[in-house]
């Protein structure tokens, strides 16, 4: 599958990040339904991924979007049950899918152990409805999602696909993960093969503590050590940054966007 050489752009502080990355969502997601139709976003957690939700349901350019042909996904989710507040889904309802007109068949959440699936089957019924939302076009077991955001953590995981971990071996497109070093231990994830698939890929970060992580995942690191080097679209690939986060990456690699 090929995909593309990362596209690096450094904000101010972590609040303009937000603030521009809602921009970019709202008008990418324009874009994509002007041209055919529906649109579909990979979401994610994390401070950062839930303040651009916020941010998004602040935008005076929101109603912009049309919400009832938008299908949302998750990379990732906390094996816990629904309405945790550790949960992803939890903090993007409140933040806001709560706030816009979402069509509820369209927002495809990762089950919990409420549901009496076990983690393995709940990450077994995420892939078969992957692909049942796959289209031809698609060329595979997933759909292209027109965006999928990415946090990143200070130890380069993406997702739920830590360091050294088997799923970043599994060709599978969803896992069970179990003994995440970041509690809670057991988790839902996509894969390194269905982030691929994305049409873009934009991974967002914040703060000096990823500045490390943002320099190997820019670098040739291999993605069983450095998942976050294996974060990569199909047609785009963004590195969305504060100035913290790209504190060690070199000067000529990243473009300033905010003074």
């Given at each position: 599958?090929?995909?593309?050489?990362?596209?690096?752009?450094?904000?101010?502080?972590?609040?303009?990040?937000?603030?521009?990355?809602?921009?970019?969502?709202?008008?990418?997601?324009?874009?994509?339904?002007?041209?055919?139709?529906?649109?579909?976003?990979?979401?994610?957690?994390?401070?950062?991924?839930?303040?651009?939700?916020?941010?998004?349901?602040a935008s005076?350019?929101?109603?912009?979007?049309?919400?009832?042909?938008?299908?949302?996904?998750?990379?990732?989710?906390?094996?816990?049950?629904?309405?945790?507040?550790?949960?992803?889904?939890t903090?993007?309802?409140?933040?806001?899918?709560?706030?816009?007109?979402?069509?509820?068949?369209?927002?495809?959440?990762?089950?919990?152990?409420?549901?009496g699936?076990?983690?393995?089957?709940?990450?077994?019924?995420?892939?078969?409805?992957?692909?049942?939302?796959?289209?031809?076009?698609?060329?595979?077991?997933?759909p292209?999602?027109?965006?999928m955001?990415?946090?990143?953590?200070?130890?380069?995981?993406?997702?739920?696909?830590?360091?050294?971990?088997?799923?970043?071996?599994?060709?599978?497109?969803?896992?069970?993960?179990?003994?995440?070093?970041?509690?809670?231990?057991?988790?839902?994830?996509?894969?390194?093969?269905?982030?691929?698939?994305?049409?873009?890929?934009?991974v967002?970060?914040?703060?000096?503590?990823?500045?490390?992580?943002?320099?190997?995942?820019?670098?040739?690191?291999?993605?069983?050590?450095?998942?976050?080097?294996?974060?990569r679209?199909?047609?785009?690939?963004?590195?969305?940054?504060?100035?913290?986060?790209?504190?060690?990456i070199?000067?000529?690699?990243?473009?300033?966007?905010?003074?």
């Open positions: 599958m090929t995909v593309t050489t990362p596209h690096i752009v450094v904000h101010r502080d972590a609040g303009v990040l937000a603030e521009a990355v809602a921009a970019r969502i709202i008008t990418r997601l324009v874009d994509v339904q002007s041209a055919t139709g529906s649109a579909s976003i990979v979401l994610t957690g994390g401070t950062v991924g839930i303040a651009t939700l916020a941010a998004i349901a005076p350019a929101r109603d912009a979007v049309d919400w009832r042909r938008l299908d949302v996904w998750w990379g990732d989710e906390r094996f816990v049950p629904t309405g945790d507040k550790e949960r992803n889904e903090g993007a309802r409140d933040a806001l899918l709560d706030h816009v007109d979402v069509d509820p068949e369209r927002v495809h959440v990762m089950r919990g152990p409420d549901s699936m076990t983690a393995e089957e709940s990450a077994d019924a995420y892939a078969a409805e992957l692909r049942k939302a796959a289209r031809p076009e698609d060329h595979g077991p997933v292209a999602f027109d965006v955001l990415l946090g990143m953590g200070p130890d380069a995981h993406v997702a739920s696909l830590f360091p050294g971990l088997p799923a970043l071996y599994d060709t599978r497109t969803v896992v069970a993960v179990h003994g995440a070093p970041k509690p809670p231990p057991t988790r839902i994830s996509l894969t390194l093969p269905a982030v691929q698939a994305a049409r873009e890929v934009w967002v970060a914040a703060g000096e503590e990823k500045s490390g992580a943002v320099r190997l995942a820019l670098s040739e690191s291999g993605p069983v050590q450095v998942p976050a080097a294996g974060a679209g199909r047609s785009r690939t963004l590195f969305l940054l504060d100035r913290a986060a790209a504190a060690k070199p000067p000529q690699l990243g473009r300033l966007a905010s003074p």
